[in-house]
């Protein structure tokens, strides 16, 4: 038998509280590091190619439990193609990311069980 625990409003504005402080703490941390130093060749880098990096990662973070043996993976290629055609086009990246979305669900929803 599996007991069941409720927990606490104190331990859910807690959570609130902590997470709200970490998020707060890595955006204005690298502010204050680096007041005298935002010239430096190595940051420029770091601002110029860290935005492709984590849209990579999360491309892949997104892939690695798709059922590649049921449907090829064919709904979340056709999702980051569309993203891909929807920056080409529009050099917008939050609007690239909603299209895609937006496309991802309606053909999840409209095809799924039609191709496979």
């Known amino acids: 038998m599996v007991e069941t ?4 409003a104190f331990y859910f504005l807690g959570a609130i509280l902590v ?10 941390l690298p502010f204050f590091v680096f007041k005298r130093r935002t010239n430096r060749a190595f940051l ?5 190619t860290m935005p492709l990096l984590i849209m990579t990662l999360l491309v892949f973070f997104s892939l690695k439990d798709v059922a590649w043996s049921e449907t090829y993976g064919m709904y979340e290629i056709a999702g980051i193609l569309s993203a891909i055609i929807c920056f080409a086009l529009s050099r917008n990246a939050i609007l690239s990311m909603f299209v895609a979305i ?3 669900m309606i053909i999840l929803k409209c095809l799924k069980g039609v191709l496979w």
């Open 44 to 48: 420029v880098y770091l601002q110029e």
């Open 19 to 28: 997470a709200t402080l970490g998020t707060a703490l890595t955006r204005f």
């Open 102 to 104: 937006a496309f991802y």
């Open 5 to 8: 625990t409720e927990l606490s």
